[in-house]
């Protein structure tokens, strides 16, 4: 399978995400299986992971939380996120396919 882990189409970014909550730090820290691999502090409990997966999906893509939501996975590590109104990917997600 030789998909990229996101989607752009019709100004909105569909992202395929594989989080690791608990981490040593927060980071887009590259790809695994075919989604992107994000580490949070923020362990999951009661759903403070996924707010904190918001926060750092929207300031990576230099937008409002509001424009971020979780369409899929919100109590497992496979989520697919859609974030609104976003015209380009973001460099750092990009650079992550050219590794």
């Known amino acids: 399978m030789n998909r990229q882990p996101w989607v752009l189409?019709?100004?909105q970014l569909t992202?395929?995400?594989h989080i690791q909550p608990?981490?040593?730090q927060e980071q887009l820290s590259g790809l695994?299986?075919?989604?992107?691999?994000?580490?949070?502090k923020t362990p999951p409990v009661e759903g403070k992971?996924?707010?904190?997966l918001i926060t750092f999906i929207a300031k990576l893509c230099e937008?409002?939380?509001?424009?971020?939501s979780i369409q899929r996975g919100l109590s497992g590590r496979r989520?697919?996120?859609?974030?609104?109104?976003i015209t380009e990917i973001p460099d750092k997600i990009i650079n992550l396919s050219k590794q």
């Open 15 to 17: 992202l395929f995400c």
């Open 63 to 68: 937008t409002s939380k509001s424009q971020v």
């Open 49 to 52: 992971a996924n707010k904190a």
């Open 9 to 11: 189409k019709n100004n």
């Open 79 to 85: 989520k697919t996120l859609i974030i609104k109104n």
């Open 22 to 24: 608990g981490a040593a």
């Open 32 to 40: 695994y299986d075919n989604c992107l691999k994000i580490q949070l």
